[in-house]
């Protein structure tokens, strides 16, 4: 089994919190990872899944009693199928704070649920379990946003070749898919795993007509990953109304396939793009969607850049998600044409803007972006990296410099 570095942050939530909501997409491994926490003793109490037929309808028939009779600490697996069950949770956590722990984990965002929030509201902490990092697939840490926020902090010249870069963009960070032999068994799986997750899952979610739509929008939007999407234009190539195709990407969202990165804008003016970009939530999905294999990668580096980008996109956004650093994720894009793929600020509205480049060299032009951002953000700026694949970490002036992504990959 892989050691998540979620179990940090779980662990320390575990002392003063009664419920902990772990979300994310189905086999990111909730549910092996709550295993983990009993087998290591820093939980102690029953599971159980509402997966299970019998257990589904006891929890629906009666949830208070239900819960009564399970005892004051336990996991339940899957907790949006009985979403009932969360003002029981909040009843019984009321009589008995200091005593009742309950660990719950969703494949959908039960927190998007009319009342859930609000009830929750004191007593719940939430952390997303995202697919594997590289990190955690080589257990190989990284120090790179503590190196990024520390002021005169420096960076290591460090290699990661070009082939296995492309081999971990193509093989994703879904447990399972990981755990095959071949691209080809991966392949099968994530067939297997888009069918059910858009036959089954958002079926049960809800009741829009025409969802056998589905799998061809979440095509189209496969191929702008990385970019602002324009709503508009991807629902006039499917065919369908506008309102329609916002429902159907609420409803991906809501269950962890798609990511959204807000703009970052320093005011109202027009010429700031504040549509967000919208990301796949892994890059072995995402190839697989485009049709990619490693070997068309190798041969076309422009695609690789832009799966790329992708990549390293979601390696800082898994990293923030259990790392005691308070950083925000935004992107910046200015209508004129100079844009930064990611910005992320502090809870001091400090910025630290990271521009990501596939290429192996990096010149000044690379940091025109940067400056830019710099230049809205005035005081406020506070570093600008170029995350690229050569060796060397290379200053551009103070401030900017050229790292390699080894530094953020733990090579």
């Known amino acids: 089994m892989f050691q998540r570095y979620m179990a940090g942050p779980v662990t320390e939530a575990l002392t003063d919190t009664p419920v902990i909501l772990i979300n994310g997409a189905r086999q990111t491994g909730k549910s092996t990872f709550c295993r983990q926490l009993m087998e290591e003793g820093i939980f102690s109490g029953q599971m159980i899944t509402l997966d299970d037929a019998t257990i589904l309808g006891a929890a629906k028939t009666d949830p208070t009693g239900f819960l009564i009779d399970l005892g004051p600490r336990v996991i339940i697996d899957e907790i949006q199928r009985v979403p009932g069950l969360l003002l029981s949770i909040k009843k019984l956590v009321d009589e008995n704070r200091k005593e009742r722990r309950y660990i719950l984990t969703g494949s959908a965002d039960v927190m998007m649920l009319p009342k859930v929030a609000d009830s929750l509201a004191g007593r719940i902490e939430i952390h997303k379990l995202w697919p594997l990092s590289q990190i955690e697939l080589f257990e190989s840490p990284s120090a790179f946003l503590q190196t990024l926020i520390t002021p005169n902090s420096h960076y290591q010249s460090r290699k990661i070749k070009w082939e296995a870069i492309i081999t971990a963009i193509k093989t994703g960070g879904y447990p399972e898919a990981v755990q095959r032999s071949s691209e080809a068994r991966r392949e099968r799986w994530f067939e297997s795993y888009l069918t059910a997750i858009l036959q089954k899952d958002i079926r049960d979610l809800s ?10 929008i979440l095509h189209l939007i496969a191929t702008r990953a990385g970019s602002t999407v324009n709503f508009s234009d991807i629902a006039r190539l499917a065919g369908i109304k506008n309102t329609t195709f916002q429902r159907y990407m609420a409803l991906l969202e809501h269950i962890f396939l798609l990511v959204k990165i807000p703009a970052w804008t320093p005011n109202s003016e027009g010429q700031f793009v504040k549509s967000p970009k919208v990301l796949l939530n892994d890059t072995g999905m995402l190839c697989h969607l485009v049709g ?9 580096r422009t695609t690789a850049g832009l799966l790329f980008e ?12 259990w790392n005691k650093i308070a950083l925000k994720a935004y992107h ?8 930064v793929d990611l910005v992320l600020e502090d809870k001091k509205k400090q910025l630290y803007g990271i521009e990501i480049k596939s290429k192996a060299t990096v010149t000044a032009d690379d940091f025109k972006g940067l400056k830019r951002l710099a230049e809205f953000a005035g005081k406020k700026f506070q570093r600008g990296i170029v995350l690229y694949t050569g060796d060397q970490v290379v200053g551009f002036g103070e401030g900017f410099q050229a790292v390699p ?7």
């Open 207 to 216: 009741n829009i007509e025409g969802l056998s739509q589905l799998p061809n």
């Open 292 to 300: 990619e294999s490693a070997e068309s990668l190798l041969r076309n």
């Open 310 to 321: 992708n990549f390293v996109t979601l390696e800082l956004l898994k990293q923030l998600s």
């Open 332 to 339: 910046f894009s200015i209508h004129s044409g100079a844009e």
């Open 405 to 411: 992504v080894g530094n953020l990959l733990g090579s």
